[in-house]
């Protein structure tokens, strides 16, 4: 799955939502066919919701974790 800058000039596909698309979610391991296109709102709502459940994984830790293997 990716996330690109929409080029196509649609609707965001959230619900009730009429701002024009700004970003795209492109994939192909979803059973149902085709992109989903979202504007900046509600990328940025979904963004953040999704934050509630999930913390983006640093590329190295910050601090060392003192472990038994240590
Ligand atoms: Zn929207």
């Known amino acids: 799955m990716i996330v690109e ?14 701002n024009p698309c700004d970003y795209v979610i492109v994939n192909k391991k979803f059973i149902f066919d ?4 979202l504007c900046a709102n509600c990328a940025n709502e979904l ?10 994984k640093a590329v190295k830790p910050i601090f060392k974790k003192r472990g038994k293997d240590e």
């Not at 196509?8 to 009730?16: L, P, Q, R, T």
């Not at 085709?34 to 296109?37: A, C, K, L, R, V």
């Not at 963004?47 to 983006?56: D, N, Q, R």
């Open 5 to 18: 800058k929409a080029k196509v000039k649609v609707k965001c596909d959230a619900s009730g939502c009429n």
């Open 34 to 37: 085709g992109n989903i296109y």
């Open 47 to 56: 963004y953040h919701e999704l934050g509630k459940f999930m913390i983006p």
